[in-house]
């Protein structure tokens, strides 16, 4: 046996290259080395041949697909998911968020909350994941410390907010930075890049103008990702302006404090006017798309298609607790549909998002978003081994061949397969207790 072959899983392959661009091997071989990365994809049989001495690790019926990457979540709100139904965005936080997240103060209760977060996503096929903190030191420490016992990639940060907010939340703002440098120095690119800290302003609704331009200078000075709210709700824009009378938009306020870049993630902002899709696309600002979150809170729809037709870097976000499922799969499909509501009332009948864009956006487009696409969102040769075996045997039938890649994606949306196992870095992380018949994350 030669201990420095590679490990070569056999499988029906897709792996996206471009919005609509992907290959698809129906009977494929994913290549990973010793040390978790990948020196192939393709067809098996040319795997096989190039790697005589791979241990073959047939997964048939199954399908591989890339490692799912979700760009906006709030771990603290996980416990949340389903309160509040009809609720629109700012009544909910007051009334079952902000209470939720007090519960955070509690180090036994965030550990434990954290721990089950990230097994959940991991149970999901989320492979990498932009998370939202609890606002507080010991609760965010913690947090890292489980994503680091889970296997998970991560980009967190501490929520931090100086407004607007139950004051058991808040932190000044010089506080704010202190602890989220503290956090930095401790987890920032620990384990090769697995856990990344991100600067985390909640919104400009509860971030004074110097907590802003503290938190721009912070993320600046460190190199560091940003991530934010933008023109989520209605009623959250009008309140905005009050806050802010004598910025152009939502979209300046950001601008004005430097918070608006490339290294900045903007949940949401569905109702940008053309100037601040202008300013969004003059600033390659990374934009995550929640539409469960959009839809579950009655927030709006987002023109997705016409965002990613203007060339907009798109990343799909679960938003728990706005959207009910740690799920990219369901943001995939939920993108989709939502993109045919879209088109039902407007005049622009073409702005459809189709399967292979979705899978785009859940996997490279997200990375993207996380600058992270020369390590993950496909099976390029030298990138980490980041995927996800969904099980083909509920996709498989009479109407539906591995012949036919178009029915065999829509079917791997539509009916959301078992994920039976996950694996980061060629380790595996996840899998399903198929012998009892639920989930069991790997120790």
């Not at 296997?151 to 929520?159: E, Q």
């Not at 930095?184 to 690119?189: G, R, S």
């Not at 990702?225 to 979209?251: G, M, R, W």
Request: glycine share 8%; aromatic share 10%; with cysteine.
């Amino acid at each position: 046996m030669n201990f420095f072959a590679p490990t070569l899983y056999r499988a029906t392959i897709f792996n996206p290259i471009a919005p609509n661009e992907g290959e698809y091997f129906p009977d494929g071989g994913l290549a990973v080395e010793r040390d978790g990365s990948i020196s192939f994809c393709g067809r098996y049989q040319e795997a096989h041949v190039r790697y005589a001495d791979a241990v073959t690790v047939d997964l048939r019926p199954h399908i591989i697909t890339p490692g799912l990457v979700d760009t906006h979540a709030h771990l603290p709100q996980y416990d949340a998911i389903g309160l509040g139904s009809g609720e629109e965005l700012l009544t909910w936080l007051e009334r079952r968020i902000f209470p939720v997240e007090e519960l955070f103060m509690s180090e036994e209760y965030a550990y434990a909350a954290a721990v089950r977060f990230f097994r959940k996503a991991l149970s999901c096929g989320t492979t990498s994941m932009a998370v939202y903190s609890a606002p507080f030191y010991s609760a965010t420490r913690l947090a890292f410390k489980a994503a680091a016992e889970t296997g998970i990639k991560v980009w967190m940060g501490k929520t931090m907010m100086d407004t607007n907010a139950p004051a058991a939340l808040l932190k000044p703002a010089m506080a704010n930075i202190r602890l989220s440098e503290s956090l930095m120095k401790e987890w920032h690119e620990k384990d090769s890049g697995r856990l990344n800290y991100i600067v985390t302003p909640r919104f400009a609704g509860s971030c004074s103008p110097t907590l802003l331009r503290n938190a721009a200078d912070f993320a600046s000075q460190n190199g560091l990702l940003v991530q934010t709210h933008l023109s989520e709700n209605k009623k959250e824009l009008a309140f905005i302006a009050s806050l802010f009378p004598n910025e152009i938009d939502y979209t300046g306020v950001y601008e004005s404090y430097g918070l608006l870049g490339r290294n900045t993630i903007a949940a949401h902002c569905i109702y940008l006017s053309p100037r601040e899709l202008r300013a969004i696309l003059d600033t390659s600002c990374g934009v995550a798309h929640c539409p469960t979150s959009n839809r579950y809170l009655r927030s709006g729809i987002m023109p997705l298609n016409k965002y990613l037709q203007s060339g907009m870097r798109v990343g799909l976000g679960s938003d728990v607790a706005g959207g009910y499922s740690l799920s990219v799969m369901n943001e995939a499909r939920e993108a989709m549909e939502q993109s045919k509501t879209y088109s039902m009332y407007t005049s622009e009948s073409d702005d459809i998002i189709h399967a292979g864009e979705a899978l785009y956006l859940a996997t490279l487009g997200g990375a993207d978003i996380l600058h992270s696409v020369g390590t993950t969102g496909n099976f390029i040769a030298g990138k980490d081994a980041d995927f996800v075996v969904h099980d083909g045997a509920e996709i498989f039938n009479a109407t539906t061949t591995v012949e036919q890649p178009e029915n065999v994606l829509a079917r791997l949306f539509y009916t959301q397969p078992t994920v039976l196992a996950t694996y980061i870095r060629g380790k595996k992380v996840y899998e399903l207790d198929t012998l009892n018949g639920d989930v069991r994350p790997l120790p």
